[in-house]
């Protein structure tokens, strides 16, 4: 939880060449182990709010050594951090790793209701749904938001994946998801695909 500390430590190591997306890997172990802390009672929230808002700023500090892709436009992604989860680590750092590959990305940001979703994906007509969590009490939310998107008669539109730590093929079945990951770097593979596919 030591601010300076962390973005001192983030200076250093892209100044002695480590890879970026090292860096981004290393954050998101951490906030992996934050949610998993607050979900056993060893966490308050202001102190996983705290540690959500350090990843944040390590992003934006490591997001201009991804390189970009600028003039591109391979296809439009909507994400957004489900509702009840306020993490973006994971979700902060797939954002950029997509922009860098020449997606547009409309990032929708944290707790973020179904009918959001829903409102966003009529008015953006986005390629792929990107939903977001580290809790694993966030599954619910996921579901609600898969359900409210096949009510609103708007599923065949797009291609849906989650991401979080806690998610495996159990949890994309449940949820009717077209693919899951727990890996931004496999996420962007997985959008590729998806984006290729349609």
Do not use: W
Request: with cysteine.
């Amino acid at each position: 939880m030591n601010e300076q500390e962390s973005l001192r430590l983030v200076d250093e190591m892209l100044s002695s060449g480590a890879r970026p997306l090292d860096i981004l890997e290393e954050c998101r172990r951490g906030m992996f182990e934050v949610g998993a802390r607050f979900e056993r009672g060893d966490m308050y929230l202001s102190e996983m709010i705290m540690a959500a808002e350090i990843s944040k700023q390590v992003t934006e500090r490591v997001r201009p050594h991804l390189g970009s892709s600028t003039g591109a436009n391979r296809g439009k992604v909507l994400i957004g951090t489900v509702e009840g989860d306020v993490h973006d680590i994971g979700k902060n750092i797939l954002v950029a790793l997509l922009e860098a590959g020449g997606f547009r990305v409309v990032d929708l940001g944290v707790d973020v209701p179904p009918e959001r979703f829903v409102e966003a994906i009529r008015e953006g007509r986005p390629d792929v749904v990107g939903m977001s969590s580290l809790l694993s009490t966030s599954l619910e939310a996921m579901k609600r938001t898969v359900d409210a998107i096949v009510e609103a008669g708007l599923r065949d539109r797009v291609k849906i994946v989650i991401g979080g730590g806690r998610l495996d093929r159990y949890a994309a079945e449940y949820v009717k998801a077209d693919a899951y990951t727990d890996n931004a770097a496999q996420g962007v593979k997985i959008v590729e695909g998806m984006v290729g596919g349609r």
